[in-house]
């Protein structure tokens, strides 16, 4: 059997059994390859994370993150880009119609194969970490990265030079007002009456067996709408974080006018999934603001505490508002997703005032389980990992 990243990781004494749990489950709520987890937890180096898969997998590592600095562009130009987003790869250098690519899966014998016969050279796989990679993708083939891994490059790894990401919109300075923070009400779990069963006159029922049924089309069913029991089996099911998020956008998108899901970070607020009247908004998971500047999403991660009542106007709450339209609600709840001691995620929902109100029970156990789905996942990892 294959040795697994984190059991060579602890074998060769660079984490331990403890940290590589905590780095499970910062994967599998955040996402990522491990290697990326351990990296942003301070755990290791960037050098450590490829010379130990450089061993696992048994091909050589880039081991300067300067050869990807200025890479020649005829280089370049020997994988499409097309290739290079399928495959995430980035070629490196040709010597004797040998071809170096740095490769996010360099044990991925079908995509050397394919790159092979395209470009006819023979495929060199070669490993680099997950952040480095992307930011080549980024700079040689426009393929833009999430803010998380500009945020880690940023934080954790000296870069050379590279292409310039996708701006964060400046909010329009306003007049900053104090937050006006209302105790969240837990109401008691709404008295649900399942509705009265009709049930037909006896000679109703007995006439059935006599309708041909072949001599009447019936309309098929349409699509039920989204429940909180349908969800709650569709999260029961996830196989990963993007399945949560789904299931939850599906909820909301059609509960709500507008509603989001953040993950709370290094200090930061990143955008995950977001839908406004109906549909989701594109590009969601480019938002990122930090949190030592006043915004709900700072009130909510700081204290663990849900957060309803008017957004305040700060320039970081405007700048979130801007990614739902610019328009100020009337009511904003908040409720943060509280996991590993801390807050992990917060799930926003705005509208009228009554109605979010009647419905915070409802958003409270969607939370709950969404939770659960994660510490789900997080067991299964923990089964295959440990």
Request: glycine share 6%.
């Amino acid at each position: 059997m294959a040795v697994k990243l984190g059991e060579l990781l602890i074998s060769q004494g660079k984490i331990t059994a403890g940290q590589l749990e905590e780095a499970l489950k910062y994967q599998v709520i955040f996402g990522g390859k491990l290697g990326t987890n351990l990296l942003e937890m301070g755990f290791l180096e960037e050098e450590d994370i490829a010379r130990i898969l450089s061993k696992k997998l048994g091909v050589p590592f880039m081991e300067s993150a300067a050869h990807f600095a200025s890479i020649p562009e005829e280089v370049i130009a020997l994988i499409p880009r097309e290739l290079a987003v399928k495959h995430q790869v980035v070629p490196v250098k040709l010597e004797n119609r040998k071809l170096s690519l740095a490769m996010l899966d360099p044990s991925d014998l079908k995509a050397i194969d394919e790159l092979s016969f395209r470009t006819g050279f023979i495929i060199r796989p070669m490993v680099t970490p997950e952040v480095r990679l992307l930011g080549a993708l980024e700079k040689y083939y426009q393929v833009q990265r999430t803010a998380r891994y500009i945020q880690i490059i940023r934080d954790r790894i000296p870069s050379p030079p590279s292409a310039p990401s996708r701006p964060v919109p400046q909010a329009r300075p306003v007049a900053k007002a104090p937050t006006p923070r209302r105790p969240l009400p837990t109401p008691a779990a709404p008295q649900t009456t399942p509705p009265p069963q009709i049930w037909p006159d006896a000679d109703v029922v007995d006439g059935l067996e006599e309708v041909d049924i072949l001599d009447e089309v019936l309309p098929l069913p349409e699509d039920e709408p989204c429940t909180l029991d349908s969800i709650s089996s569709r999260l029961s099911e996830s196989s990963d974080r993007e399945d949560i998020a789904d299931g939850i956008a599906e909820y909301i998108g059609q509960e709500f006018p507008r509603g989001a899901l953040f993950m709370i970070r290094g200090g930061n607020a990143f955008g995950w999934k977001a839908m406004m009247d109906g549909e989701e908004i594109a590009r969601f998971d480019e938002f990122q603001i930090p949190l030592d500047e006043p915004s709900v999403l700072k009130t909510v991660a700081e204290t663990g505490s849900n957060f309803l009542g008017p957004i305040p106007r700060t320039p970081f709450n405007s700048m979130m508002l801007q990614e739902f339209g610019g328009r100020m609600p009337e009511t904003a709840l908040l409720l943060p997703l509280f996991m590993m001691g801390r807050v992990v995620g917060i799930l926003y929902i705005d509208g009228d005032s009554s109605g979010i109100r009647a419905r915070i029970g409802d958003l409270q156990r969607l939370v709950a389980k969404a939770i659960m789905a994660f510490e789900i996942l997080i067991l299964k990892k923990k089964i295959l990992t440990l």
